[in-house]
């Protein structure tokens, strides 16, 4: 008995890949996202020239 995939792997492959490049990109910019603090302290623009 022969039995044969009823898809081709290696297209879920690449989709796999091109989904888990989104992943991790979504995954760093939250991240990234976390590791930024910003408040507004309007006496600090005239040293960070905002």
């Known amino acids: 008995m022969v039995e044969h995939a009823l898809y081709d792997p290696a297209e879920y492959q690449e989709k796999a890949k091109k989904l888990e490049r989104k992943v991790n990109r979504l995954s760093y910019l939250i991240e990234a996202e976390n590791h ?5 302290f ?8 905002e």
């Open 42 to 49: 309007p006496p600090a623009t005239i040293y960070l020239g």
């Open 36 to 40: 930024q603090v910003n408040f507004d």
